[in-house]
T-cell receptor, first 109, second 114 residues
């Protein structure tokens, strides 16, 4: 069964610091990786997606993808307390869409 | 943004009772999903659907049934609720073309089975 592994399980960074989150899939058929953010008590919201090797930047958020190793990483620069949330990685193009367990990010003022 | 509406938002049920969680989407998405979220388990897929009349088993379908009577509606049915089914349930919808696509979530339904 395909799995999505995320690390670290939790992360604490100071306000203004850099947060780096990782995600790896065991399914070699995966083409897309998605990152979602879920604030406490809320539903997950899509953050970014990537399907090509390399990196993609949107504001303070950068996503890297290495398709050979099926590894993606999310980097948040100038982290803000409002970035404190559960970050979920998702794979799958249709049908079964599988999520990792997530990384809980806490940004300390 | 796509609208996905779940009802009820909160439900307390008794063991052995029947529970129906409803989901409605107004964006004409083909695919709909039911997940449950528990601490330490992330989002786990229960059932999903490719369109009206279609239901497929996800990773944890035991104890759950699903129904997709129309493009807009997707229900999750617990015929005999058990305390282990206490959880937060999320419905989601999306269209997937060319390999990629967004998934939109409802606000969640918190179910407590006593």
């Amino acid at each position: 069964q395909q799995k999505v592994q995320q690390s670290p399980e939790s992360l604490i960074v100071p306000e203004g610091g850099m947060a780096s989150l990782n995600c790896t899939s065991s399914d070699r058929n995966v083409d897309y990786f998605w990152w979602y953010r879920q604030h406490s008590g809320k539903s997950p919201k899509m953050l970014m997606s990537i399907f090509s090797n390399g990196e993609k930047e949107e504001g303070r958020f950068t996503v890297h993808l290495n398709k050979a190793s099926l590894h993606t990483s999310l980097h948040i620069r100038d982290s803000q307390p409002s970035d404190s949330a559960l970050y979920l990685c998702r794979t799958g193009n249709t049908g079964k869409l599988i999520f990792g367990l997530g990384t809980t990010l806490q940004v300390q003022p | 943004e796509a609208a996905v509406t779940q009802s009820p938002r909160n439900k307390v049920a008794v063991t052995g009772g029947k529970v129906t969680l409803s989901c409605n989407q107004t964006n004409n998405h083909n695919n709909m999903y039911w997940y449950r979220q528990d601490t330490g388990h992330g989002l786990r897929l229960i059932h999903y659907s490719y369109g009206a009349g279609s239901t497929e088993k996800g990773d944890i379908p035991d104890g759950y049934k699903a129904s997709r009577p129309s493009q807009e509606n997707f229900s999750l049915i617990l015929e005999l609720a058990t305390p282990s089914q206490t959880s937060v349930y999320f419905c989601a919808s999306g269209d997937f073309w060319g390999g990629g696509g967004q998934l939109y979530f409802g606000e969640g339904s918190k179910l407590t089975v006593l």
